[in-house]
């Protein structure tokens, strides 16, 4: 297949080279800053599970406008991967599930909350939908726990959330910690993905609840807080953002765009990392049983 | 409970008599000797079962999954459902479960933040929890019983294993070299072992390094052991999921559909392929039997046998020459041709081989079997031609019968066809069939086109229909008949460049092989002077030689240097060779033994490598798996549609298309509610996933299959369901292949086989077709991912009508319907938009425009539904953002295409996920989403439209990608949801 069919294939990942962002993820949360003005008046973010970095560039950019001052910003990277460093982003190797990681976090604040915690953490998926549904929500349910810690009240966390089958009890657990809870699926996100976000505003945890990083945050169970079948008690609002002229990530676009004269094929912003296991391919290749 | 549930099989267990498997919520029964079913139940609701453990006294059997689990005793006495009983309703623990033991009356439970939670069997409390310091996510865990305790060991995912005793705060040991998520864990501390898989793709074998004089359960011992990893083993082309530690070797099986049997030291004993390149995500053993669940939905049952066990070798040795050709006969002896001008026989019983001269004056060499495999002609290129039989009886001898030179210039091919004609291609295309009956005689001459190299690699012979199928090295096949010099008809280029490997004829059908990969099957009706191309199948392998039996259900060929037994039913290799390839000299064929007094069908293998003949024989018991459940998609199911043949209500068709790009006809038995048999009838690969398929009745008892999907991909095949005896039998013939203009590599490729009427960018995606049927006309819609509208017309020949660019995004769904007396089409996007466009005189649009939009959502239309009534239309459509809405559409002063909005109705309250599917059925609504959720609503137009929550289902078929509906009766309803899987379920009318 020619090196321009992934360009044919997905507008997004085509722009994001254009553009210079690390990953085409960037779009995605411009597109949801679009709808709902999740920057404004941030100086202090969090971006969990970072790399390759994109969100953290998008971050660096518009926060950077918010600021009188350019060292009033802060953002903190964290990832299991290592990540090409950027200016401006602390950045921090570590699992979001471990405590160790968490109090790294805080004490990079210096006892200042943070006004934006964001995720885009991804299991590598198994293929089992409950499974991956699972993983992923721990992941969100260890953002979340992090949140607690460094987010001011009335901040922001932003997560990606899978929408499986067990999904509204997740949407039940954020309820208690922020007033308004939206899903949001940005233009950039494919239609047939499970993948969107949860935009949590307003935090405000229960009177008296108290950040605990030892005990891990656990998911409700049907019966406490919704039932199994039936209508949702937990509603969401949902939204697709990116605005209307935001490209679309299932549509097949020509090569050259409309408004456009010339198309020129762009290497990738930050060359993928490669595999841990980049070895053990070539190992497997060699492989034949000797039959007596 | 569903009538029908395949999904991906998550357990598997042996227990006693019985195999138990994990199929979404329920346990399925089957008899471990007889493969048979015995029964079902649900277990877990609304749950997979991801294990079952067996309690030592082997009363009670623990299933768990997710966060749940139960126990269930298996009563031998009772038959059917009542076979199974649940002792108590699933508990709910507050984690993941990823290891379960019995230690007592307590059960020890492992979840996924590593914590050892024990209960109370029989009061079902919670006794006492353990966390341990490391506790972020596992994704699996094992416990080991001590004397004293627990052992943890639990694998990370960071490519660690960490064994501590339950409780303990400082871990015994860590486990480190993988590098990526530990997927299983398996100990066998009586044998010092403990296997890991991983992500990594690899398999480990940890050991102590000594072994110390302790009981391998005791705390002491595994507080005294420093555990190495023995052993780094690949065998997996991807993520190893599962292993086990039988007595004596290891098994790991992976996403690679791959199951590796390696012994204690790691040596590769056997690598094979089963569930259809599916995942496999379980694997248990017992005795000598090994048992498989997977990602197409199947359970199967392996011999856990390896080379040793079933195959015998032995090197023939021949004190004259070096051999050239071999051939394996119908008494399984060895014809060989040496360099030295003998053709010589060597009888297997005896060791005994004899020479016999043949005077040949060329080296080039011609040497055929007749298909009894009793019939050896031999001639070299001047003509020096000899025919020696296989006596059938008494002493095996072969009989020189024909010893002859024949005048025909120089001889450059020569095929039996059949057991009485030999067919010998010359220069210039000059063929003449030689018959044989006690003498030769000439039979008839033909003429072979003109071609690069011209000479024949396959011939068959159909007497009945008085016909010769010629295979020649272009790639073509020839049909010629007596009489006549020239072919009657050919098809170009059918097998590539070298030429189909084996013709064989029967009932009307030609089936030929080639070194492409694939089979191909035409139908020919000598009456009506009839051929045609009917379809293929690809294959696994890419140079497909012959069958091996006479059911044309083993079929051999080569892979590179390894000689391939594929299974055409069960769609599974059976045996892998590595022989060293096809172009050396070799023979097989199948054949039934008898081995102290028991017949046994066995593989027989010839083959020279380094001048020695090796002559091997596979007991294809050993060898040959057997499906508890058959297997299908491997992937996703897109696209589903229910067909009900008027010849036999016994079984329903289920044409299918998915991510793993095949599209499928299956057929279930539904004569047993409780146990329906599903099995794929024909499979068809597309180039890329298909995404959409819809079904054109023809008369009688036939289907046009319209099929679309990615790699803009359009095909059509005609599908006939014949009755013949009390089967129905599905006999296809490909229509319409594609028409994409395709790669560079491929456009370049032979025209022949495809229609390229159409041009437009291959990365298109064809999203959804519809389909009207206007006389003999077809007009397919389909919607495209480049956001055109694309209209074609099929009646013989398949033909681009028009196209619209009116939308500026992706087209999600086309769907037609009748209002008014016109055909309607409806189309929908990733915007939110349904656009009506009235379909009349289609030849003369250039600019077609729809004549009403509605502006449904922002977001994706997943699912869209019609009904007409009284002149008016119920629009039903769901989305990507959860929301059902309904518009209810009347015309303006009955106008047509005036049609206004009278009321909506909406909600998003049912649903947490993507709808993907909605149906209207008289006064019923239907959807489902992803979240695998069915929900009934009862709609009506009293004060406008309105809708009413009638019930919701949960289906055990994860990522749904829509329904069907089956039948509709007075008080159910039955659907199909299909996503990754199928599960068919009857939901009542009048619930609430
Ligand atoms: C989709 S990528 C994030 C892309 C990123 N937002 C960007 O724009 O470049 C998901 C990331 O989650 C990280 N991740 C997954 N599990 C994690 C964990 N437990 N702790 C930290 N990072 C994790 C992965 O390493 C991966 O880099």
């Known amino acids: ?292 | 409970m569903p009538l029908m549930t395949r999904t991906d099989v998550t357990a598997v267990k042996f227990f006693d008599n019985y195999v138990l498997a994990g199929i979404g919520s329920q346990v399925n029964v089957f008899d471990k000797n007889s493969g048979s079913f015995l029964c079902k139940k649900e277990v877990l609701t609304g749950q997979k079962i991801y294990g079952f453990v067996i309690s030592k006294c082997r009363q009670r059997i623990l299933v768990f999954g997710g966060k749940k689990f139960t126990v269930v005793k298996v009563k031998v006495e009772c038959l059917d459902t009542d076979m199974l009983e649940r002792c108590f309703e699933p508990v709910v623990c507050n984690d993941w479960l990823l290891s379960c033991l019995w230690c007592g009356d307590t059960i020890a439970l492992l979840t996924a933040h590593n914590v050892v939670q024990k209960w109370d069997v029989s009061s079902q409390t919670l006794v006492s929890e353990h966390a341990s310091k490391d506790n972020s996510i596992l994704y699996s865990g094992l416990l080991v019983p001590l004397c004293e305790d627990v052992l943890v060991m639990a694998g990370t995912v960071f490519s660690e294993s960490i064994i501590h005793k339950c409780g303990d705060k400082v871990p015994l040991h860590r486990l480190r070299g993988h590098k990526g998520v530990i997927f299983s864990i398996s100990c066998e501390p009586d044998k010092n072992l403990i296997v890991t898989t991983s992500d990594d793709r690899s398999v480990r074998i940890w050991s102590p390094k000594t072994i110390p004089m302790l009981p391998s359960n005791s705390l002491d011992y595994w507080q005294n052991i420093d555990i190495v990893c023995k052993y780094e083993l690949y065998g997996h082309q991807a993520r190893v999921m599962r292993n086990c530690i039988t007595n004596s070797y290891v098994v790991s099986v992976g996403e690679d559909s791959v199951i590796c049997i390696w012994d204690f030291e790691g040596k590769l004993l056997k690598k094979n392929t089963a569930h259809q390149n599916g995942c496999i995500w379980a694997v248990d053993y017992s005795d000598n039997l090994l048992v498989t669940g997977g990602g197409d939905s199947g359970v199967i049952l392996h011999p856990l046998a390896t080379n040793k066990h079933y195959c015998e070798s032995q090197i023939i040795n021949i004190d004259v020459g070096m051999p050239k050709r071999v051939l394996l006969t119908a008494r399984r002896n060895v014809v060989i041709l040496n360099d030295e001008d003998d053709l010589m026989y060597y009888i297997i019983d005896s060791k005994k081989t004899t020479a016999y001269k043949l005077s040949h004056e060329s080296t080039y060499k011609l040497l055929s079997l007749s298909s009894c495999k009793q019939m050896v002609a031999v001639a070299d290129m001047n003509g020096k031609f000899d025919v020696f039989a296989e006596s059938c009886k008494n002493e095996p001898v072969l009989v020189n019968l024909i010893d002859t030179k024949l005048h025909l210039g120089k001889i450059l091919s020569m095929h039996w066809a059949g057991n009485r004609h030999l067919v010998l291609c010359s220069e210039d295309g000059n063929i003449n069939v030689l018959a044989y009956n006690n003498n030769t005689e000439l039979y008839a001459s033909f003429s072979l086109p003109a071609c690069k190299e011209r000479w024949l690699t396959s011939a068959a012979v159909d007497m009945k229909a008085n016909i010769f199928v010629l295979g020649d090295r272009c790639g073509n096949i020839n049909v010629y008949v007596k009489g006549k010099r020239d072919p009657i008809k050919t098809f170009i280029k059918v097998h590539g460049r070298y030429g189909p490997t084996s013709i064989t004829i029967k009932n009307n059908h030609v089936v030929t092989t080639g070194r492409d990969g694939a089979i191909k099957y035409f139908h020919v009706d000598s009456i009506s002077n009839q051929f045609n191309y009917m379809n293929r199948k690809d294959l696994e392998f890419p140079w497909v030689e012959k069958f091996l039996d006479k059911d044309d259900n083993l079929i051999c060929g080569f892979q590179e240097r390894v000689f391939v037994v594929y299974n055409m039913r069960d769609s599974c290799k059976v045996l892998e060779v590595a022989c060293g390839g096809g172009h050396r000299s070799w023979d097989a064929q199948r054949c039934i033994i008898k081995t102290k007094d028991k017949f046994e069908p066995i593989i027989q293998l010839v083959y020279v490598k380094n001048s020695d003949i090796n002559l091997q024989t596979y007991f294809l018991n050993k060898l040959m798996s057997r499906n508890l459940i058959k297997g299908s998609h491997s992937k996703e199911i897109n696209c589903l549609k229910v067909y009900k043949d008027s010849q036999d209500n016994t079984k329903s068709f289920y044409i299918s298309g998915g991510e793993d790009t095949t599209l499928r006809i299956s057929s279930a038995d539904i004569r047993h509610d409780m146990n329906i048999t599903f099995r794929d009838e024909v499979v068809f690969k597309h180039l890329s996933s298909v995404r959409t398929l819809k079904l054109v009745p023809t008369i009688p008892n036939g289907l046009l299959v319209i099929s679309g999907g990615g790699r803009a991909q359009i095909n059509i095949k005609n599908v006939q369901f014949i009755k013949n005896a009390d089967e129905i039998e599905v006999e296809s013939q490909e229509l319409v292949e594609y028409l994409v203009k395709g790669t560079d590599k491929e456009r370049k490729g032979n025209q022949s086989w495809k229609n390229c009427t159409v041009d437009f960018d291959p990365e298109t995606r064809i999203m959804d077709i519809d389909v009207i049927k206007d006389n003999e006309d077809l007009f397919i819609f389909a919607g495209c991912s480049d956001a055109v509208l694309r209209i074609f017309s099929f009646n013989n020949t398949f033909k681009t009508i028009t196209e619209s660019k009116y939308h500026k995004t992706c087209i999600l769904k086309t769907h037609c319907f009748r209002f008014l007396d016109k055909d309607i089409l409806a189309t929908a996007t990733t915007r939110g938009n349904v656009a009506f466009w009235l379909i009349d005189d289609l030849h003369s649009k250039d600019n077609w425009e729809p004549f009403f939009i509605v502006k449904t959502r922002e977001s994706g239309v997943n699912s869209i539904a019609t009904k007409v009534f009284d002149n008016n239309i119920l629009l039903a459509t769901g989305g990507d953002d959860n929301s059902i809405l309904l518009h209810f559409l009347k015309p303006n002063q009955g106008e047509l295409t005036s049609l206004a909005i009278e009321s909506t109705w909406s909600s998003s309250n049912y649903h947490s996920s993507q709808i993907t599917g909605i149906l209207i059925v008289e006064d019923l609504l239907l959807s489902t989403s992803i979240d695998q959720r069915i929900t009934l609503f009862k709609w009506n137009i009293e004060n406008g439209i309105d809708c009413e929550y009638k019930t919701q289902m949960y289906s055990n078929v994860a990522d749904i990608q829509g329904m069907d509906v089956l039948d509709v009766s007075s008080d159910s309803i039955k659907v199909c949801v299909f996503g990754k899987g199928l599960e068919v379920v009857s939901i009542p009318k009048h619930s609430n």
């Open chain 1, 1 to 292: 297949m020619g090196k321009t069919s992934k360009d044919k294939r997905d507008i997004y990942y085509r722009l994001a080279k254009e553009e210079g962002w690390r990953a085409r993820s960037a779009f995605k949360l411009l597109q949801i800053n679009e709808e709902h003005n999740i920057f404004e008046g941030v100086l202090r973010a969090v971006d969990l599970c970072a790399a390759p970095g994109s969100w953290s560039q998008v971050l660096t950019k518009s926060l950077r406008q918010n600021a009188a001052n350019v060292d009033d910003v802060k953002i903190v990277a964290v990832d299991l991967q290592a990540m090409a460093a950027l200016p401006g982003v602390k950045q921090i190797q570590g699992d979001i599930t471990k405590v160790s990681t968490a109090n790294e976090i805080i004490q990079e604040f210096k006892g200042l909350k943070a006004d934006l915690v964001v995720c885009d953490g991804a299991p590598d998926v198994t293929g089992l939908h409950d499974i991956d549904e699972y993983v992923q929500s721990q992941l969100l349910l260890a953002a979340l726990n992090i949140t607690t810690h460094v987010l001011k009240v009335g901040g922001v966390f932003v997560a990606k959330i899978f929408r499986g089958k067990d999904v509204s009890l997740l949407y039940s657990q954020l309820k208690q910690f922020f007033e308004y809870v939206t899903v949001t699926k940005p233009k950039s996100s494919r239609n047939s993905s499970i993948e969107a976000f949860v935009v949590c505003q307003n935090y405000s945890p229960p009177s008296g609840y108290i950040p605990n990083m030892v005990n891990p945050l656990l998911d409700h169970k049907y019966c406490d807080f919704n039932q199994f079948t039936g209508p949702n008690r937990f509603i969401v609002p949902f939204n697709a953002c990116g605005d209307l002229s935001a490209y679309d990530s299932d549509t097949s676009y020509p090569l050259i765009l409309e408004g456009q004269t010339m198309y020129e094929y762009k290497e990738p912003v930050q060359e993928p990392i490669n595999p841990p296991y980049k070895d053990i391919i070539d190992k497997t290749k060699k492989l034949q049983i000797k039959n007596s």
